[in-house]
């Protein structure tokens, strides 16, 4: 069944997470400043879904039960679903100038599927079954969902056993009836306003077999905390009753949060893995081959935005003809598609895995090229769009003051550009394009989805070098 | 004389601005919390000039009194000049975050030194007597001066005569006491809370004489409006009760503004240029060798402040000893140094201009490439700064949230990196470089000071490329 | 029919062209030091068509005759025509170190194989049919056919009727039996040994008939004069009683020519426009869309020579685990993947051109993006690379020491490396690597194939702006 | 006293040094075309000294006899000759194109200067008197002189000690009149046709003592070999008995080679350190204070020559008027004047090194920095210039060409570009700039003069890390 926008609020009606954000609870999640954004978002992922002209992109057909299900919760069957799956993560930061909320919770799916089913393979047999089911029922309600991945990890330089062990997320506790969490994950986007969090591992050794954890928790149970991000966009919101002067009026930045597990309850069917440390490089692989390539796209998505602002800019400025702003404008674009090719291209040459399994995850040296090119690329991208926009993209006065007469034949006659433009929508674009590349957003992109060393590792050591070095050898040593 | 806070501060009390944030009136620029950033950064430039260790760096003995002045009000009168000014311009931004609001004005003074003297060789005689009194009136009140220059400018692909002409702030009428002003200047730091706005033209053609005018114009002149941009930052500042938890407490970010002349009388006295636009040509080279080559230095400062800040967060995260961290920081040190460096020889290799006028400009050719190596040099920096901070330099909950015990007690446990370090002092620093490096700063590092269009053709015309080409052939036609 | 390399050979000796290197007349192709290396890698293009490797590669299924042909010179039927194509390019590249020297051919056919039937359905009907005569003709005998399409042009700042006439290549008379061309080709790889040579125009402009001219010249036709390149690699090979101390011994650099046309005779029947101008801007996109995107598999197969070259000499150092150089290695996978992943993205939204001619083309954007992230990449690689190796890669001593005993001595003691590694592998591949990124090879990417001013305005151009701009609306002006 | 070419080359006589190239045993370094091109280039320091426009540059007043010697055997007393020095660099690049081959020689005589300086403070005491003397003898004749720095080092992962001990150069025996050598030094400029090579050591640590040893060896010591580089521009210069058509005709490109010690005598009066492993440490740091500092300038003059042949293609395209190109442009001088300015700060910076011995090196941060900064910008100027110059930079026939009237006919009328610049100068020039775009130059630079791994290693070793620290926390902490 594909949700609808109605039945997705009427649910989170029903949630009462404990939430802070700036220092004070939030009251509803509904109508507070700092979370309504990530609802109008996760809001757009149902009615997308119902446009006709998105259909395709947006939903896909379950394999488990025939009927047709939000490709967001969809396990990918082929590389045409991973190929759609990136249009889908284009069309959303386009639609939205910020994260679905959905993402994470795909990618959650996916490697999930692929990790228990290993399990099962090779005996474990009691974690797959329960996925499937747990799969069904998110399907059957289009539940919109949230991967839990990062725990905080505090002193890096030591093992998670050698400092505070809530330090990463763990099993305190096996009970008949279930499991005991404790510990956080930080950076969770999203997470307080989406219906389900589900929480797996990055790689862990043997010994560390209490933090091999993957489960499904729902939003608002008992012992979860949400601590909001609070940067100086969510400050600026919180403090303004009209959201009309906003850089992104309706979505915000991407919201995300710290939370906590007091010893949270998660009774077994929900538990997916509880111990095997061996199947957590898996879920490692899997996240790099299914999460990563769509930063790819997201961020060509973000730099569609941008692009479309600096090139209003430049014609506003009376400057679009002018040889080096042109030349700005194709570093934007060369930085968007360069991203977008990486990540097609990870698609492109996605396979099964598991083998056997039917479940399709995108190449991993591609996918990670995709992020390491978002990465870069966005600085790029920041650059060239600053360059056309001009200082008012950093100095533009408030657009408050446009509601006193006298201000605003002030400023609606010296901000002016070209004279056949609307001053004020000159204006609302200077304030969006700032939200873009005058705010968190690129440190965002470096970081987010990945740390970019680790990233480059696993590029290393997915690429047969000793087949290159034969390539080298045999025409070095030719011979007539 | 050297001025001191305490003076500045009362004479501060005595001008009356109109000037508006966020769509509000500024009641009182001292107690305004926009405008209060600026003061606490203009104040340090009177404290830090009767600092011993810094008295050298802060003033310079005035060739027109023998007495000591504040360098911000200096006429540079030696290389040595040149180059104290730029250690004085890594201290503040070293010592504030921010810029120090009187560079322009010092950059003005300059200009107008050299514009009014060339002016008078060539017989045009009014305008240098009259700037050597204004020069004197502001050494012996030690007044702080900014430097209105930009224009809003319109459709740049118009010239003023073919817009609404008021798009470049002009001399609407010369009335036998003074002058009548009217138009806009944009991006202008600081000026709604220092003593002087001096304005001065860039580079205008014949038929463009309304436009060709230099004069002074004290704070709260009547006519005049500001404007105050609005950045989430600004808007983060004037929402909060409590500072402290701010990215940059006490001096805020660059606080520019628009400002408007509405038909502004300036008497005689003040004006050193009205129509003589042969001479605007000499006022932009000026610009570019006296205030240009301080965006080395000035990013410099900034990027010590980020190089700190990484640093102190590589060790709480427990990876400072970690090979791709470490080449990230020299990273860091390396851009800092190389815009450093490019200035340092762009006063190195000052002169005179105009010849015999004794007045020392930086060479024009390092000056532009220490702005623009600081360009491309602050997007690495905040790349490498993000790279070595990770997530919670954009997802960190509010410091605000401390307050209350219980989640004192969460966000401590679990925002903890190495056990050595205050968890208290790691938020704040997260904060900090939070705002630097997912914030405007580099936006406004890229546009700021000048066009990087413009600069780069002026390094293109100030370089003798037909001596390069003789250099060449003489290699290339080279005979035994 | 697939050709054999006996066969291309037995025609070469029938070709008697006019070609000068290095001050001396060739005397034999088959002979000469410095076209023997096109001709090797030429029969390499035979030979792999016949390796069950590589059949899918290097062959395909012609629409004409439903035999297998070579894929080099085969008209794209579909997207997967495209993507495969691609892997021929870099499989040749892979297997040679050198331009495969068919690649322009391939794109020749397939820019007149569209641009023919665009003429033929408006009703300009001579052409089509013969092209495809013609192309039955070179699918018979499995020709090697090289492109020939950039004229001299002399001075850039006038058209070419306002400088010799010739520095176009042109048509100065119709006969009753054909047409006779004057002027030049320059930059030509490998035409000196291919087959035939395959003319086509870049736009010309009303007015500028005579220009627009393609046709097809056999190898060795009266008038042609072929003048090769002379580079420092070029002078050490001819000078070399023995190849395999040379960089690529067999295979050596790109080659190219000026070739000279002296009023060559070409008969109709073998040209396929003369004087439609309003079709020459297609052929300009049709050879974006075929040539170009192949920048991206050739360079990065050159990228896969230089990554097993830098894995083998990091070994051979001993320094393959530390960490700087593994970033290095990082470097140039990232480089080599890059340009390939647009590429592949380029043949994937691939389309046919003109609508129901059942020709297809890769995405003009993509295209364009391969050749500029090949560009960039080549030069990063080559840094990489150098700091891998270290300074023999530019330093080394001549392999023929080695014939002396007492010199090998010496020099396998102070030349050796890892005790394991052959100290005369580790000297080969000094060289080897010398060849690619101390020499003229990123220089030959960075200009070969397009020029990238036209290419980067190609991009702006084939890019939907108004589409972006919207999107970036739609979001600024977001309402509730 | 200042040498003159003629004494020079008189002493070259007198060499009968035991030197390969090639594969073939140097019969007469004066005559032999490898050797020649040095010859010229260290002609060129005796020359320009005695130019009464470069003599300030070139010469300096030994602070030991009072008389002026050559700049580059000058130990540096002051800042100021820290910056002289730089420009004695940088003109030298400028006038011949390639090392003037005694740089290294300067180098190691301040390095020991130093050194020998130190030991003696600490009461060491035969080594400072012995080498003043030698410094004497130098200035007396003003020989030409070259540093022996870098061994083998064989592999990396291996200490000296845990592999062939010859794979650094070592002591291998201690006579009553001296010491002997054994070992080897790559990548040595110049060795072969200068008056001495001054060994000094890189770091060691205790137990390695056998290779702490500095001394002097004078050219053709019994025992040496030489064996040079054979680059493809090597190869042909060697083939080319004209050399008027070469890239670079007089001075060819850097020359260098590796060199051999089989159980070389050097006498105590030459011997400078023997087994003082203490003081190898200031031996590294004093090379990269006064040798580092100089690759900003000597890159900065092939740059200059590079700029000088990209501007003249430019004009001879048509081209120089386009905004593109002049961007080149741009690119090229700002990468040589941003390596030029760090280099210039390095002196500026410069300080006693020990104290109190008279002695000035460069600060290593800003020497480093000018090293960094040279190797990127190296590649960018490559870049630029082959955007600038176009494809015939790469594929020119040879000049050779021009000698048969008919060939030279058909060259000069379609080689042709603007109609008022002679195109066989055209030819010339593509010529040259391919010799330093198309080549080992970059890899040169970029290798040369030390690994950038250490050199980052250095600055960031270099860079007080606790005081920026301490400013961010300043500034963190703020409060009112």
């Known amino acids: 069944m594909i949700g609808t ?23 509803d999640i509904l109508t507070d400043p700092n979370t309504k954004t990530i609802i109008n978002t996760v809001a757009k992922t149902y009615e997308l879904a119902h446009d006709p002209r998105f259909e ?38 386009q639609s939205t100038g910020t994260c679905c ?16 089913y290993a399990m099962e393979k090779d005996g474990i047999g009691e974690y797959h079954g329960r996925f499937v089911d747990y799969l069904k029922f998110i399907h059957k309600h289009d539940l919109s969902c949230h991967a839990a991945t990062t725990s905080p990890k505090g002193d890096r330089s030591k093992s998670p056993l050698e400092q505070d062990p809530d330090l990463h997320l763990r099993v305190v506790e096996k009970r008949r009836d279930g499991i005991v969490l404790r510990g956080a994950k930080a950076h969770q986007t999203s997470a307080v306003a989406v219906d389900e969090m589900i929480v797996y591992p990055r790689q862990f050794a043997k010994g560390e077999e209490q933090y091999a954890v993957a489960c499904a928790v729902p939003n608002g149970t008992e012992g979860v905390t949400y601590f909001l991000q609070f940067n100086s966009d969510d400050a600026e919101r919180r403090a ?31 538990v997916f893995m509880c111990g095997e440390v061996a199947y957590t490089a898996l879920c490692s692989q899997a996240a790099r081959r299914t999460h990563i390539y769509n930063e790819g796209p997201c961020k060509a998505g973000y730099g569609d935005l941008i692009l479309g602002a600096s090139k209003f800019l430049a014609e506003s400025n009376g400057m679009d003809k002018i040889p080096h702003i042109i030349e700005d404008i194709v570093k934007i674009i060369s930085a968007n598609e360069t991203t977008y090719a990486s990540a097609l291209t990870a698609a492109r040459k996605g396979s099964e895995m598991p083998p056997g399994s ?69 204006m ?31 590029l ?21």
Chains 1, 2, 3, 4 share one sequence.
């Open 358 to 426: 039917g479940i399709f995850f995108a190449d991993e040296r591609f996918s990670v090229l995709s992020k390491l090119n978002a990465n870069e690329g966005f600085y790029e991208v920041m650059k060239a769009a600053a360059d056309v926009a001009g200082g008012l993209v950093v100095t533009m006065p408030s657009e408050k003051e446009l509601k006193d007469p006298e201000r605003r034949e002030l400023l609606l006659k010296y901000l002016k550009g070209r004279s056949d433009i609307a001053t004020e929508d000159r």
């Open 460 to 480: 290393y050591g997915a690429t047969d070098l000793e087949e290159k070095k034969k390539l080298a050898r045999s025409i070095a040593f030719g011979c007539e």
């Open 240 to 270: 303004s009753a009209d959201t009309s002067t906003l850089g992104n009026p309706l979505y915000g930045g991407r919201q995300t949060m710290l939370v906590i597990y007091e010893d949270v309850f998660v009774p077994w069917e929900r």
């Open 101 to 116: 909320g959905r993402c994470g919770g795909c990618t959650a799916l996916n490697v999930l599927a692929a990790t228990t």
């Open 428 to 458: 609302r674009m200077f304030k969006f394009l700032n939200h873009f590349i005058a705010s968190p957003h690129a440190a965002q992109a470096w970081i987010g989805g990945g740390d970019p060393y680790h990233l480059r590792m696993a």
């Open 5 to 27: 926008k109605e039945r997705y609020i009427e649910r989170l009606k029903g949630y009462k997470p404990k939430a802070f954000v700036g220092g004070e609870r939030i009251k």
């Open 56 to 93: 395709g992109i947006m939903t896909a057909e379950s394999p488990l039960t025939g009927e047709r299900v939000s490709r967001l919760n969809h396990v990918a069957q082929s590389i045409g679903d991973l190929e759609t799956r990136l249009e889908l993560t284009r069309l959303m930061t």
